[in-house]
């Protein structure tokens, strides 16, 4: 069994994989191509923003959204500890300083009162640092609280950037990702539920001027033409092969996120009921796209007993995420030791997450839930 099965969605979809990748060799321009701006209009539509720019990655979203609210030395951006490096990586790659808040023990995303807490901290102990913005993930697919957040965020005069690099096409009470914040980051990574055949991302806003210069960052800076350059940039582009690829994946990607969520349904039905083990929960109103199904077990060596019954039975695991980011060696110089965030740091201790792909059959499932309970 596969953990992701990419194989089973190229399957379908082959012969128009094809045709897009040969139209790109055949008008060769594989740099800013048509497919790009194809592309872009297709995220923007189905995600409902205003505009979109479509980027190398996730990561570059990240940091290019960043850059266009010019966060650098001297500023704190808030986000959370339970999620992927990347999200804190680039705060502290412009030379801003993370500051965690911890994740609620349902949803495992950020919880908005401890955001405001860590805010109201700051302005005590660090009054050198300015606070500028939030980065909310929706982890697993499920979006964060954005009610919840945005009086916070108000409260201190900071900007909110959805991480939706797990969670393109979920919905926040009737709204999807990518409309519910000023500027939201997604990835396409080839594991996430939209994704290419390398790297890619994009950013969506509702923003005008902020996508401008999103889209000046993107290419180094430039100005009216290729060799003005009016600020620093980075080379952050889509290439259009990968391009061509997402459009032949968008096109199935509602039908995905359908399929996903009936898999979704499917275990929680059969999962349940087995004592120790926390399925996923999602608040009322949203919409997760089940980029993971991860569940709770009681603590470390439970988590470890089933995941050695799974993998006896062929069925792979994976642990997102063991180590939050507040005790990673790379954030060792930020003044933050094991126990400050115990949320994050228990559910890091029982977490793992099951195979979870739009093409995960009753069957399979049915063996993933029997070697849960044999
Ligand atoms: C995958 C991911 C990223 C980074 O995306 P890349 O395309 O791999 O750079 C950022 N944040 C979160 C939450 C992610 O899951």
């Given at each position: 069994?596969?953990?992701?099965?990419?194989?089973?969605?190229q399957?379908?979809?082959?012969e128009?994989?094809?045709?897009r990748?040969r139209?790109?060799?055949?008008?060769?321009?594989?740099?800013?191509?048509?497919?790009v701006a194809?592309?872009e209009?297709?995220?923007?539509?189905?995600?409902?923003?205003?505009?979109a720019?479509a980027?190398?990655?996730?990561?570059d979203?990240?940091?290019?959204?960043?850059?266009?609210?010019?966060?650098?030395?001297?500023?704190?951006?808030?986000?959370?500890?339970?999620?992927f490096?990347?999200?804190a990586?680039?705060?502290?790659?412009?030379?801003a300083?993370?500051?965690?808040?911890?994740?609620?023990?349902?949803?495992?995303?950020?919880?908005?009162?401890?955001i405001?807490?860590a805010?109201?901290?700051l302005?005590?102990t660090?009054?050198?640092l300015?606070?500028?913005?939030?980065?909310?993930?929706?982890?697993?697919?499920?979006?964060?609280d954005?009610d919840?957040?945005?009086?916070?965020?108000?409260?201190?005069?900071?900007?909110?950037i959805?991480?939706?690099?797990?969670?393109?096409?979920?919905?926040?009470?009737?709204?999807?990702t990518?409309?519910?914040?000023?500027?939201?980051?997604?990835?396409?990574?080839p594991?996430?539920?939209?994704?290419?055949?390398?790297?890619?991302g994009?950013?969506l806003?509702?923003?005008?001027e902020?996508?401008?210069?999103?889209?000046?960052?993107?290419?180094?800076?430039?100005?009216?033409?290729?060799?003005?350059?009016?600020?620093?940039?980075?080379?952050?582009?889509l290439?259009?092969?990968?391009?061509?690829?997402?459009?032949?994946?968008?096109?199935?990607?509602?039908?995905?996120?359908?399929r996903?969520?009936?898999?979704?349904?499917?275990?929680?039905?059969?999962?349940?009921e087995?004592p120790g083990?926390?399925?996923?929960?999602?608040?009322?109103?949203?919409?997760?796209?089940?980029?993971?199904?991860s569940?709770l077990?009681?603590?470390a060596?439970?988590?470890?007993?089933?995941?050695?019954k799974?993998?006896?039975?062929?069925?792979?695991?994976?642990?997102?995420y063991?180590?939050?980011?507040h005790?990673?060696?790379?954030?060792?110089?930020?003044?933050?030791?094991q126990?400050?965030?115990?949320?994050?740091?228990?559910?890091?201790?029982?977490?793992?997450?099951?195979?979870?792909?739009?093409?995960?059959?009753a069957?399979?499932?049915?063996?993933?839930?029997s070697?849960?309970?044999?």
């Amino acid at each position: 069994m596969q953990f992701i099965d990419l194989a089973a969605q190229q399957d379908r979809i082959r012969e128009k994989i094809d045709a897009r990748i040969r139209t790109v060799l055949d008008h060769g321009k594989y740099i800013m191509g048509p497919e790009v701006a194809e592309l872009e209009a297709g995220l923007a539509r189905f995600s409902g923003a205003r505009e979109a720019i479509a980027c190398a990655s996730g990561t570059d979203a990240l940091l290019m959204s960043l850059m266009a609210y010019d966060i650098g030395p001297g500023d704190i951006v808030v986000t959370t500890p339970f999620t992927f490096i990347a999200t804190a990586e680039v705060i502290g790659f412009l030379g801003a300083t993370p500051v965690f808040a911890d994740i609620d023990p349902v949803t495992y995303n950020i919880d908005a009162e401890k955001i405001d807490d860590a805010v109201e901290t700051l302005k005590q102990t660090t009054p050198a640092l300015t606070p500028k913005a939030i980065i909310a993930v929706d982890l697993f697919g499920l979006p964060a609280d954005y009610d919840a957040i945005d009086p916070v965020a108000r409260k201190h005069g900071l900007v909110v950037i959805d991480d939706a690099a797990q969670s393109f096409g979920a919905v926040y009470k009737g709204q999807r990702t990518g409309s519910l914040t000023e500027v939201a980051c997604t990835s396409f990574f080839p594991a996430k539920p939209l994704g290419c055949y390398g790297d890619g991302g994009a950013v969506l806003t509702a923003n005008p001027e902020l996508a401008d210069k999103m889209r000046s960052i993107r290419i180094h800076g430039q100005g009216s033409d290729k060799y003005d350059n009016i600020r620093i940039g980075i080379n952050g582009r889509l290439d259009t092969l990968q391009a061509a690829i997402l459009l032949a994946k968008l096109d199935i990607f509602e039908d995905e996120i359908g399929r996903r969520q009936e898999a979704a349904d499917r275990y929680t039905r059969s999962l349940s009921e087995l004592p120790g083990l926390i399925t996923p929960s999602v608040p009322n109103n949203y919409a997760s796209v089940w980029a993971q199904y991860s569940v709770l077990a009681e603590d470390a060596a439970h988590r470890t007993a089933l995941q050695t019954k799974l993998k006896k039975a062929g069925i792979p695991t994976a642990i997102y995420y063991p180590k939050p980011l507040h005790l990673q060696t790379a954030f060792a110089h930020l003044p933050y030791r094991q126990g400050d965030f115990p949320v994050s740091e228990q559910i890091a201790d029982r977490i793992f997450s099951i195979p979870m792909h739009p093409y995960l059959t009753a069957d399979q499932q049915d063996q993933v839930a029997s070697a849960l309970t044999s």
